[in-house]
């Protein structure tokens, strides 16, 4: 195995940053990010909102050949008759160019995801292998485009829409040219407004100034819409991360982290607890950030990504998230140049706990001596040792290796998750810390079993 190629991009996938950018973006984040900066928006949208004299007004984005999309139209059906705010309906074409670096692996995994988490949400989306072909997703956009039209959100309709389309019904189905052209225009028009409002993907919500992705951040809608009196009770709270049953002996949590993941660094904390709590070893499997890896990112995906971030990092109890000096490029691999040491001392989890609590709620530069020795001194690593492995070669070949297990089952991303039994069986594989609720529940009927 050979070291992983590491690619220096420029642009917002800047693996070269200066020292200047990154402190002044460390200060940029830190007030933007705060929960008291977050309230404080919302208090300007709202008066804002009131002043002009428009009601509280939901834009919802649908993308037809997207699995969230349809899960997320069944939890509407309920969240409508909960809720005075008015939903209005907008088709976009979903995540696509830089936004979407495997854009083969992401419908599959979405696929296959989706009917992973409907179960614990108490929704439905089809089981199996089945994808749809152009064809059937053409008629789709089809029947999208004569449903969603001036606003319209025929929620039900476009249940129904969702169901033919997962189940195959719609293979042989016809559809004229003139028809799809018109929906093309509708899907351009709806995917424009979602790009002047800033955000690229299906299943989103969007209220005043702040993105909702899907069911899965329903609940961060709901609690807002709550404090401003126009929802009832939380249909779709926060799951509980941790397991009630503990497992025998023998089960395995593989866990994909990167030092430079926002969400790898908000949820690890609550990994380990889990692994802990579960009776599960857990096994440390980090791999290069993507963008070290040659994977674009935008600036629009990037600011989503950290503002979600701080809202997840709030319910987490991730104290000081936000607080943000950037390891990418120089400091990631100095950072992972002396994780073979944590390895021999077995301090895996230590070092890498101190290291992103370091970069993402510290405001710690990796770049620097002085901020590296803290990181390891801290999680047990005498700097006197550690730093003679700054210099030491091969701490990549296992960071490869990590990389191409993960793709060999179909994610490409951090933090990603997988269970296993001690038979060596896989119970449950899942992309993102939204899933450790599910995980927690998989391993409950492996208990029960």
Known sequence: MSEPTITRQTGASSSTQSRLFRFLQQQVLKKRLSSRQLTKKRKHVEELRLKEGRDHHIHVFYQVDDPYSHLLMQALKAVETNTTARLSGH????????????????????????????????????????????????????????????????????????????????ENTDYTADALSAAEAAINEGSKYQQELGHYA?????????????????????????????????????????????????????????????????????????????????????????????????????????????????????????????????????????????????????????FMDGAFCEGINSLSNRGLKKICERAGLPWKEAKTYLTKPGWGEALEQNRQDMYSWGSWGVPSFRLISPDGQVLAQAWGQDRLWRLAQIIDQEHDH
């Not at 609940?219 to 025998?248: A, D, I, N, T």
């Not at 990994?271 to 890896?293: I, N, S, T, Y």
């Open 202 to 354: 299906g299943a989103m919500l969007h209220y005043e100034g702040e993105w909702y992705w899907g069911v899965d951040r329903m609940y961060h809608l709901e609690q807002r819409l709550q404090e401003l009196g126009v929802y009832g009770k939380s249909l779709f709270p926060r799951r509980e991360v941790l397991p009630s049953k503990r497992l025998s002996q023998g089960y395995q949590l593989e866990c994909y982290p990167s030092l430079r993941s926002p969400y790898s660094a908000i949820c690890f904390d609550a990994v380990c607890h889990l692994a802990d709590h579960a009776g599960l070893e857990l096994v440390l499997k980090p791999v290069l950030p993507m963008v070290m890896r040659g994977v674009t990112l935008t600036r629009t995906k990037g600011a989503y990504i950290m503002s979600d971030c701080a809202r997840e990092a709030t319910t987490l109890g991730k104290l000081g998230f936000g607080n943000f000096y950037d390891p990418i490029g120089e400091g990631v691999i100095r950072g992972f140049s002396i994780y073979p040491l944590a390895i021999e001392r077995g301090l895996e989890r230590e070092y890498l706990k101190s």
């Open 91 to 170: 088709l976009t074409r979903g995540v696509s160019g830089n936004n979407n670096p495997e854009p083969e692996l992401l419908i599959a995994l979405s696929r296959t995801d989706a009917a992973f988490v409907a179960p614990g949400y108490g929704l439905q989306f089809e089981t199996g292998d089945y994808m749809p072909s152009d064809t059937a997703i053409n008629a789709a956009s089809v029947r999208a485009c004569a449903l969603v039209k001036d606003g319209a959100l025929p929620i039900d309709e476009l249940i129904d829409l969702g169901n033919a389309l997962w189940s195959g019904a719609l």
